[in-house]
């Protein structure tokens, strides 16, 4: 089993900058990816930003330049800079290992204008 403890998220208006944190802990695989996706309201959740064990990372289009995802071990950062109320949307830290993925519970974050 694997456990997720995510951090940060809160309200803050447009322009402004967030970090969002995440602690696995557990029985981990030392090869995975862990990652952080997005759910806004009457929408599918989203990949963000993924990050490999190896320090591969990867962003959606909407926040290249804006977001940095980073990692040490088996935490997993999320810095977020120049946030739009498009931004806004629950968060949620995501552990991708060979057998299955894990979820942490979520974290909102919303953008005021």
Avoid: H
Avoid at 5 to 21: D, F, I, K, N, T
Avoid at 63 to 72: A, E, L, N, Q, Y
Avoid at 89 to 100: D, F, Q
């Amino acid at each position: 089993q694997v456990q997720l403890v995510e951090s940060g998220g809160g309200l803050v208006y447009a322009g402004g900058s967030l970090r969002l944190s995440c602690a696995a802990s557990g029985s981990i695989f030392r090869l995975n990816v862990m990652g952080w996706y997005r759910q806004a309201p009457g929408k599918q959740r989203e990949l963000v930003a993924d990050i490999s064990s190896g320090g591969g990372a990867n962003y959606a289009e909407s926040v290249k330049g804006r977001f940095t995802i980073s990692r040490d071990k088996n935490t997993v950062y999320l810095q977020m800079n120049s946030l739009k109320p498009e931004d806004t949307a629950v968060y949620y830290c995501n552990i991708r290992l060979p057998t299955r993925d894990y979820w942490g519970q979520g974290t909102q974050v919303t953008v005021s204008s």
